[in-house]
């Protein structure tokens, strides 16, 4: 795992190359330390990093990945931290499978076809 100055050390020579351009527009690059193990206690590290003001996002429970994010965002770059929401959560009510109720959309003839051979 690398330590925050060589993290530093890489994103010095980042910028040195965007200064080489720095009349090119570009995308906005997000920096992203996203953690998919079980290891709280290395993102709280990782938070601790963020400049500041930071915002604090859980994400859907329909986004497909239920995560805490701590986000600095300006127009030109975006750094987070993202763990999954189980890591630093507890779960109080698992999830539920979905209930629906659906009117028919065929006639009870166009039903019948699709049944029958």
């Given at each position: 795992?690398?330590?925050?100055s060589e993290?530093?050390?890489?994103?010095?020579?980042?910028?040195?190359?965007?200064?080489?351009?720095?009349?090119?527009?570009?995308?906005?690059?997000?920096?992203?330390?996203?953690?998919?193990?079980?290891e709280?206690?290395?993102?709280?590290?990782?938070v601790?990093?963020?400049?500041r003001?930071?915002?604090?996002?859980?994400?859907?429970?329909?986004?497909g990945y239920?995560?805490?994010?701590?986000?600095?965002?300006?127009?030109?770059?975006?750094?987070e931290?993202?763990?999954?929401?189980?890591?630093?959560?507890?779960?109080?009510?698992?999830?539920?499978p979905a209930?629906?109720?659906?009117?028919?959309?065929?006639?009870?003839?166009?039903?019948?076809?699709?049944?029958?051979a």
């Amino acid at each position: 795992m690398p330590k925050a100055s060589e993290i530093a050390i890489e994103l010095r020579k980042f910028a040195d190359a965007l200064d080489k351009s720095p009349d090119a527009e570009t995308i906005r690059p997000v920096l992203n330390f996203w953690h998919w193990t079980t290891e709280k206690d290395q993102f709280f590290t990782e938070v601790a990093l963020i400049p500041r003001p930071a915002k604090k996002d859980w994400g859907s429970a329909t986004d497909g990945y239920s995560s805490l994010t701590v986000k600095h965002e300006t127009p030109a770059l975006v750094i987070e931290a993202s763990i999954r929401r189980s890591v630093v959560c507890e779960i109080v009510e698992p999830a539920k499978p979905a209930v629906y109720n659906c009117p028919s959309i065929l006639s009870k003839a166009e039903e019948a076809a699709l049944e029958s051979a």
